[in-house]
């Protein structure tokens, strides 16, 4: 399976903390995204990290892409009650732009404030 | 720019009845996605369209459901004497035709069976 994998499940932190969730895949990709969907919403796009980078900053999230160990990694840097959300990762395995996302199962993150 | 459209936000039927749910692109974009979400699950790819093709139903059920999207109007998703199982949210997303581009999703449809 292609299938990303989110680690851990479930996160609770205080506000100002930084949360880190993991994402693990088994294929080679053309790039990993995340995605933050809030309880009832949509899935609203953060970072596209392209297989030949390594590392991606934008606002407070950092993404860390490693095809070695078929593994990225989402920073969230001093945590507010409004990222509570569920955040996935996808990758986008196929070789042309237009092509499936496979999600993994998502990490359920609670900032409390 | 408007985001991807998708209407109804929510549908209740009956089983046995046909479910039909619509989704607009962002302007100028010809990829087209839909996606199920079952509760506490990630998303699961569906089918991916282009106008007037499909290019990859390789996650849709082959009884009872079927996709489309026309050289006018949104793209549909059409479910054929819908049984319980098929309640979920129903995702659909679009991106443009250049490569290492992030999809763009709608806020779904919640289908409810009774």
């Known amino acids: 399976s292609q299938q990303g994998e989110e680690d851990p499940q479930a996160l609770s932190i205080q506000e100002g903390e930084n949360a880190t969730m993991n994402c693990s895949y088994k294929?080679?990709?053309?790039?990993l995204q995340w995605y933050r969907q809030n309880s009832g919403r949509g899935l609203v796009h953060l970072i596209l990290?392209?297989?030949?980078?390594r590392e991606k900053h934008s606002g407070r999230l950092r993404v860390t892409l490693d095809t070695s160990k078929k593994s990225s990694s989402l920073l969230i840097t001093a945590s507010r009650a409004a990222d509570t959300a569920s955040y996935f990762c996808a990758i986008h395995a196929g070789e042309t732009s237009g092509s499936r996302l496979t999600f993994g199962e998502g990490t359920q993150l609670t900032v409390n404030p | 720019n408007a985001g991807v459209m998708q209407n109804p936000r929510h549908l209740v039927r009956r089983r046995g009845q046909e479910a039909r749910l619509r989704c607009s692109p962002v302007?100028?974009?010809?990829?087209v996605y839909w996606y199920r979400q079952l509760p506490e699950e990630g998303l699961k790819f569906m089918v991916y369209?282009?106008?007037?093709?499909?290019?990859?139903e390789s996650g849709m059920p082959k009884e009872r459901f079927s996709a489309e999207f026309p050289k006018e109007g949104p793209s549909i998703l059409r479910i054929q004497q819908v049984v319980r199982g098929d309640s979920a949210a129903y995702f659909c997303?679009?991106?443009?035709?250049?490569?290492?581009?992030?999809?763009?999703f709608g806020d779904g449809t919640r289908l409810s069976i009774l």
């Open positions: 302007k100028g974009h010809s990829h």
């Open positions: 369209l282009q106008k007037e093709n499909i290019i990859d």
């Open positions: 997303a679009s991106s443009p035709a250049v490569n290492n581009q992030p999809q763009h």
């Open positions: 294929t080679s990709i053309n790039n």
């Open positions: 990290i392209r297989s030949n980078e």
